[in-house]
């Protein structure tokens, strides 16, 4: 243990009280008499010089940092993200149901697969007379009118194919979106 | 608390049981062998239920060339013949010809294409397929992988019965089409990988090339696509998880689909 070692005015006890708000300026600001004679004792005594270029140095001043408190919510937030979405993964499979529906009653509106079919071929035909049309050597390729009923049973196959690719697309990546949070509060 | 810094503890791998040099090249030649012998048994029961679908992968059964336009002197050139000293009649009705030679041809045919998009895309889009392969590795990751791909089919199905009623977006089924093989091309790639990845884990094989599990991995859907009676069932499985597994992910994307970027 050091002894005291009035240089500058000041024991070395007293400087090592000191050392850290000196440090960290803010001994500088608030008391600036008392930070000069800090300096003034460093410059005069060996061992509180030592100290201060330990305490400045990088790592020591990065040991000294305390490490944050988790934040309140945080066991909640864990659980959140481990917990199994269950409504979600129920509608992942009940919707298939409907959607079973209404390409069973798609196909059974266009004759069966014989009219699925036809409806393909009639689509190269249409691209290739349009292709023609484009070239200058064909009329331009009448569309077929659509029955409003099938119109509405293909929009609504359409849109519950999408909410159902959005909800798996949601299942699979619970896991993936739990560790953005986890990691933002393991840097905080 | 300690102060030392947060240390993840090292994922330890699986121990190895077939470490040596040989374990891949032996893996390989019986997923190899088991296509053709499946191909050959594929052919021989020439599934009649498919129609003109039991041929899609495995070809027909006996090759023939048209006698019509051959050119002069060209006999000596036909290379049928010797091959089809290798056709075997059988005696039972169900089993026609068996012919293992054509099961080799189609090994390096559909097999070898098969192989060689699997390689391609993993070699193009590593990040990518690095991505959606660990979705496809995740708890219930096949399942959802599955069901994606079928509410995927249906979804494009109503795209394309939509747009035929249209002039103006009649020019844009070819996209939709060429669009939806191309996720599903790069969904079986992933799902090649995956297999060959699983593969390793379950045998113990010791650690390769990326490239190398990914050979595997797609000779297995092959093997699984000429399986007698059940091959196509089987390829559309892999073809409609593939093609789920790629739509949920966003083509791989680390995002995945978001729009955070449209809240500003």
């Known amino acids: 243990m050091p002894g005291p070692q009035p240089f500058g005015g000041l024991a070395c006890a007293r400087v090592r009280v000191l050392m850290e708000a000196y440090v960290d300026g803010d001994l500088g600001s608030t008391d600036p008499a008392t930070a000069e004679s800090v300096r003034v004792h460093l410059a005069s005594c060996d061992d509180c010089r030592r100290q201060h270029a330990q305490a400045v140095s990088l790592p020591f001043r990065l040991k000294a940092l305390t490490s944050p408190l988790p934040p309140d919510d945080l066991a909640n937030i864990v659980m959140a993200a481990i917990r199994p979405a269950r409504t979600e993964s129920r509608y992942a499979w009940a919707l298939l149901i409907p959607e079973g529906l209404l390409v069973a009653f798609i196909v059974w509106y266009l004759s069966g697969l014989d009219g699925l079919a036809s409806a393909a071929s009639g689509t190269l035909t249409d691209l290739q007379a349009l292709l023609n049309w484009g070239a200058g050597a064909?009329?331009?390729?009448?569309?077929?009118?659509?029955?409003?009923?099938?119109?509405?049973?293909?929009?609504?196959?359409?849109?519950?194919?999408?909410?159902?690719?959005?909800?798996?697309?949601?299942?699979?990546?619970?896991?993936?979106a739990a560790r953005p949070a986890l990691h933002r509060h393991r840097r905080a | 608390m300690s102060d030392s810094p947060y240390q993840p503890e090292p994922i330890q791998a699986p121990?190895?049981?077939?470490?040596?040099?040989?374990?891949?090249?032996?893996?390989?030649?019986?997923?190899?062998?088991?296509?053709?012998?499946?191909?050959?048994?594929?052919?021989?029961?020439?599934?009649?239920?498919?129609?003109?679908?039991?041929?899609?992968?495995?070809?027909?059964?006996?090759?023939?060339?048209?006698?019509?336009?051959?050119?002069?002197?060209?006999?000596?050139?036909?290379?049928t013949r010797p091959?089809?000293?290798?056709?075997?009649?059988?005696?039972?009705?169900?089993?026609?010809?068996?012919?293992?030679?054509?099961?080799?041809?189609?090994?390096?045919?559909?097999?070898?294409?098969?192989?060689?998009?699997?390689?391609?895309?993993?070699?193009?889009?590593?990040?990518?397929?690095?991505?959606?392969?660990?979705?496809?590795?995740?708890?219930?990751?096949?399942?959802?992988?599955?069901?994606?791909?079928?509410?995927?089919?249906?979804?494009?199905?109503?795209?394309?019965?939509?747009?035929?009623?249209?002039?103006?977006?009649?020019?844009?089924?070819?996209?939709?089409?060429?669009?939806?093989?191309?996720?599903?091309?790069?969904?079986?790639?992933?799902?090649?990988?995956?297999?060959?990845?699983?593969?390793?884990?379950?045998?113990?094989?010791?650690?390769?090339?990326?490239?190398?599990?990914?050979?595997?991995?797609?000779?297995?859907?092959?093997?699984?696509?000429?399986?007698?009676?059940?091959?196509l069932v089987a390829l559309a499985a892999v073809v409609i998880a593939g093609l789920g597994i790629a739509v949920v992910t966003r083509f791989g994307s680390e995002t995945g689909w978001s729009f955070a970027d449209l809240k500003w």
Do not use: K
């Not at chain 2, 679908?53 to 036909?78: C, I, K, M, Q």
């Open chain 2, 15 to 79: 121990p190895a049981r077939w470490n040596g040099r040989w374990g891949w090249p032996i893996v390989i030649a019986v997923l190899a062998l088991i296509g053709v012998l499946l191909a050959v048994a594929d052919i021989a029961l020439n599934s009649p239920w498919l129609g003109p679908l039991s041929e899609a992968v495995v070809g027909p059964p006996v090759v023939t060339t048209s006698h019509n336009n051959r050119a002069p002197g060209s006999d000596r050139f036909e290379r």
């Open chain 2, 83 to 231: 091959i089809q000293a290798f056709t075997f009649r059988s005696p039972f009705r169900p089993i026609g010809a068996v012919n293992p030679l054509q099961g080799l041809r189609a090994l390096l045919s559909n097999g070898a294409a098969l192989i060689l998009i699997a390689l391609a895309v993993l070699v193009v889009f590593p990040d990518r397929a690095r991505g959606a392969i660990q979705r496809l590795e995740d708890r219930r990751g096949a399942v959802i992988a599955l069901v994606a791909g079928v509410a995927t089919l249906m979804l494009t199905l109503a795209a394309l019965l939509l747009l035929r009623f249209t002039l103006i977006f009649l020019v844009l089924i070819p996209v939709l089409v060429a669009a939806a093989v191309a996720v599903a091309v790069f969904g079986i790639a992933c799902i090649a990988l995956a297999l060959g990845r699983l593969m390793q884990h379950r045998l113990g094989l010791g650690p390769t090339h990326p490239l190398v599990a990914s050979l595997a991995g797609a000779l297995i859907v092959f093997d699984l696509a000429v399986i007698p009676y059940a091959g």
């Open chain 1, 138 to 176: 064909a009329e331009l390729p009448s569309v077929p009118v659509a029955d409003v009923f099938l119109l509405i049973a293909l929009i609504v196959l359409a849109i519950t194919a999408a909410y159902h690719l959005s909800i798996l697309s949601r299942l699979g990546d619970d896991a993936h």
